[in-house]
């Protein structure tokens, strides 16, 4: 196996190069090279994996050029640099490391509140310069405030838990916080209206979304008190800045502390020089501790996809452990032939995919099976189609896919089950694994034992003496060497069924041939 090779393009700690080569990945460290974008392009088709912070943009652009490009990595939370949709196209794992720095990010909201309200950094400056302005610097108190978290994941309910400490009231806006978990907070639940009314200080926590930008809208920020103040370390764009700005202008807010920016880097920016405004530039996760937690783990995560296919965090794939993935392994490869079997003898408009998992397997993760199948039934219809992109583009066609699950698979250890139903039929194939290869065991309730070849032949047939003669004649006077010849039948002058594998693909003139023979009721080329 060739060694997998991963680009860090942004400043991770410098930790993430030793995991990366401790666990056989090949690494190129270029901590500048997110920012210059005409070097990415050129660079990235080199690399299976590319490891970044937020200076690096994952673009559609640059997602098309990674032609090799197996996983990204995001060591951080926020994944708006990349765009997910391109990468799940390009069947690109996206991975992110929650957790690893919300204590920090937390951390520095609350400091910038303090900062914002005791003006701090004006102080600061203002010392420094030999000046002692005293009456300049009056502040305000948070204890008793009420404290507005708009987003209560993990950075926001770390928030409001160091806010409850400073004996603050929290109220919270998320639509997905339950009362219980409210009530373990110690947070009020409110809907946004009524967290603007409350609020002596907001601070946003969600993530950059459809949804969320502009949550502080223009009518947002004029529905807060008078002298409240803003704080701001999630994204940029969760603000209208100019409304923001007129807000401030106006007197109508006391202040707001911005970590973070509609457009980054921010040279200039109109609030850059308020006397209300705090800034740091996007300093949330800047800390030692964390940035060694993002390293590590966006490290591990993505050498244990690239050497083992484990999937952990990804954004746009289902969650495979190490320990599940050398298990899954020949699954995956047997879920993905017998999608592939169907998808090519499927013509007319699919409506439902049915997978059936039968004994052992049914015990496994079966949604990375489930992709490997529906992938594979797209595959011959939908070039573009992969693992990653193929549950949402079953979705965007309308395609069903249903799996049921099952402990007893007759007389093997596991089986896999696929029915196809188009406008016009259903078609069923079943395979199971002998030691690790997968192996057919069932076409249109027809049993069979047969296994995957390059190429093959796959024909119905009435079953009838001297058919396989004259198939066997045809193929021979046409130069095709047949490696395994497999037959399977519903019952004595039935239905029957050849599946043929060849050592090269067989060509139209060939198959033209195997159909215009007696009893033949169709032939296909197949190939895997
Ligand atoms: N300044 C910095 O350096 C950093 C900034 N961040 C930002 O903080 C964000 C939050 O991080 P986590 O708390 O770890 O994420 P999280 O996913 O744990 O929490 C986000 C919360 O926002 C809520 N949410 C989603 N849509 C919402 C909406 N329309 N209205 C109200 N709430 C909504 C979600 O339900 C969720 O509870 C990240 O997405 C990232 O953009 C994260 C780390 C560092
Ligand atoms: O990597 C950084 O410094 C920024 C972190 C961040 O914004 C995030 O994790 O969402």
Same mark, same amino acid.
């Given at each position: 196996?060739?060694?997998?090779?991963?680009?860090?393009?942004?400043?991770?700690?410098?930790?993430?190069?030793?995991?990366?080569?401790?666990?056989?990945?090949?690494?190129?460290?270029?901590?500048?090279?997110?920012?210059?974008?005409?070097?990415?392009?050129?660079?990235?088709?080199?690399?299976?994996?590319?490891?970044? =912070?937020? $200076?690096?943009?994952?673009?559609?652009?640059?997602?098309?050029?990674?032609?090799?490009?197996?996983?990204?990595?995001?060591?951080? %939370?926020?994944?708006?640099?990349?765009? %997910?949709?391109?990468?799940?196209?390009?069947?690109? *794992?996206?991975?992110?490391?929650?957790?690893?720095? &919300?204590?920090?990010?937390?951390? #520095?909201?609350?400091?910038?509140? @303090?900062?914002?309200?005791?003006?701090?950094? !004006?102080?600061?400056?203002?010392?420094? !310069?030999?000046?002692?302005?005293?009456? $300049?610097?009056?502040?305000?108190?948070? @204890?008793?405030?009420?404290?507005?978290?708009?987003?209560?994941?993990?950075?926001?309910? %770390?928030?409001?838990?160091?806010? /409850?400490?400073?004996?603050? +009231?929290?109220?919270?806006?998320?639509?997905?916080?339950?009362?219980? +978990?409210?009530?373990?907070?110690?947070?009020?639940?409110?809907?946004?209206?009524?967290?603007?009314?409350?609020?002596?200080? *907001?601070?946003?926590?969600?993530?950059?979304?459809?949804?969320?930008?502009?949550?502080?809208? +223009?009518?947002?920020?004029?529905?807060?008190?008078?002298?409240?103040?803003?704080?701001?370390?999630? =994204?940029?764009?969760?603000?209208?800045?100019?409304?923001?700005?007129?807000?401030?202008?106006?007197?109508?807010?006391?202040?707001?502390?911005?970590? *973070?920016?509609?457009?980054?880097?921010? /040279?200039?920016?109109?609030?850059?020089? #308020?006397?209300?405004?705090?800034?740091?530039?996007?300093?949330? &996760?800047?800390?030692?501790?964390?940035?060694?937690?993002?390293?590590?783990?966006?490290?591990?995560?993505?050498?244990?996809?690239?050497?083992?296919?484990?999937?952990?965090?990804?954004?746009?794939?289902?969650?495979?452990?190490?320990?599940?993935?050398?298990?899954?392994?020949?699954?995956?490869?047997?879920?993905?032939?017998?999608?592939?079997?169907?998808?090519?003898?499927?013509?007319?408009?699919?409506?439902?995919?049915?997978?059936?998992?039968?004994?052992?397997?049914?015990?496994?993760?079966?949604?990375?099976?489930?992709?490997?199948?529906?992938?594979?039934?797209?595959?011959?219809?939908?070039?573009? *189609?992969?693992?990653?992109?193929?549950?949402?583009?079953?979705?965007?066609?309308?395609?069903?896919?249903?799996?049921?699950?099952?402990?007893?698979?007759?007389?093997?250890?596991?089986?896999?089950?696929?029915?196809?139903?188009?406008?016009?039929?259903?078609?069923?194939?079943?395979?199971?694994? @002998?030691?690790?290869?997968?192996?057919?065991?069932?076409?249109?309730?027809?049993?069979?034992?047969?296994?995957?070849?390059? #190429?093959?032949?796959?024909?119905?047939?009435?079953?009838?003496?001297? @058919? /396989?003669?004259?198939?066997?004649?045809?193929?021979?006077?046409?130069?095709?060497? /047949?490696?395994?010849?497999?037959?399977?039948?519903?019952?004595?002058?039935?239905?029957?069924?050849?599946?043929?594998?060849?050592?090269?693909?067989?060509?139209?003139?060939?198959?033209?041939?195997? =159909?215009?023979?007696?009893?033949?009721?169709?032939?296909?080329?197949?190939?895997?």
């Amino acid at each position: 196996m060739t060694m997998p090779k991963v680009l860090v393009s942004d400043a991770l700690s410098e930790t993430a190069v030793q995991i990366f080569r401790d666990r056989g990945v090949e690494v190129d460290f270029e901590p500048k090279l997110g920012k210059d974008k005409e070097k990415l392009l050129s660079v990235i088709d080199k690399y299976d994996g590319l490891a970044i =912070r937020s $200076a690096t943009k994952a673009t559609a652009d640059v997602i098309a050029a990674a032609k090799n490009l197996k996983v990204i990595g995001r060591a951080g %939370i926020g994944v708006d640099n990349v765009d %997910i949709p391109a990468a799940t196209a390009a069947g690109v *794992v996206v991975m992110n490391t929650p957790y690893g720095n &919300a204590i920090t990010t937390a951390e #520095h909201a609350i400091a910038m509140m @303090f900062s914002l309200v005791r003006k701090i950094p !004006q102080a600061n400056k203002s010392t420094h !310069q030999g000046k002692w302005e005293k009456s $300049a610097f009056m502040g305000a108190e948070v @204890f008793s405030k009420t404290l507005g978290v708009i987003g209560c994941g993990n950075i926001g309910a %770390i928030v409001a838990d160091r806010a /409850i400490g400073l004996k603050m +009231r929290v109220v919270a806006f998320d639509p997905f916080l339950n009362e219980e +978990r409210a009530l373990e907070l110690g947070v009020e639940k409110a809907d946004l209206d009524t967290l603007l009314a409350k609020a002596d200080i *907001v601070t946003l926590h969600t993530p950059l979304t459809d949804q969320t930008r502009n949550i502080l809208s +223009r009518e947002n920020i004029a529905k807060l008190k008078k002298g409240a103040y803003i704080v701001n370390c999630a =994204r940029g764009g969760l603000v209208d800045e100019e409304a923001l700005k007129d807000a401030l202008d106006e007197g109508h807010l006391a202040g707001a502390a911005l970590d *973070v920016y509609a457009t980054e880097p921010a /040279i200039e920016h109109p609030l850059f020089g #308020h006397p209300g405004v705090v800034a740091t530039p996007h300093l949330g &996760a800047s800390t030692t501790e964390a940035q060694e937690n993002v390293a590590i783990q966006v490290a591990e995560q993505m050498s244990d996809y690239l050497m083992r296919g484990a999937v952990s965090n990804a954004l746009n794939s289902p969650s495979v452990t190490a320990e599940e993935a050398p298990r899954l392994k020949p699954f995956i490869a047997l879920a993905e032939k017998l999608g592939l079997f169907a998808g090519q003898l499927t013509q007319t408009g699919l409506k439902k995919i049915e997978i059936s998992f039968e004994g052992e397997v049914a015990s496994l993760n079966t949604k990375p099976l489930t992709a490997s199948v529906v992938a594979g039934v797209l595959k011959p219809m939908l070039a573009e *189609v992969n693992v990653v992109n193929a549950p949402v583009v079953a979705k965007e066609r309308g395609i069903s896919v249903a799996e049921t699950s099952r402990d007893d698979a007759d007389s093997y250890d596991s089986v896999i089950r696929l029915k196809i139903v188009t406008e016009k039929q259903e078609r069923t194939v079943s395979g199971t694994i @002998f030691g690790s290869t997968p192996r057919i065991i069932e076409i249109k309730g027809v049993e069979m034992e047969a296994g995957f070849a390059s #190429h093959m032949l796959y024909a119905t047939n009435e079953d009838k003496p001297g @058919f /396989i003669g004259t198939l066997g004649q045809t193929l021979g006077e046409a130069g095709v060497n /047949i490696a395994t010849f497999n037959l399977g039948r519903s019952g004595q002058g039935e239905g029957a069924i050849a599946l043929v594998a060849v050592d090269e693909p067989l060509t139209d003139d060939v198959l033209e041939k195997v =159909r215009a023979l007696p009893h033949v009721k169709q032939a296909t080329a197949l190939s895997f």
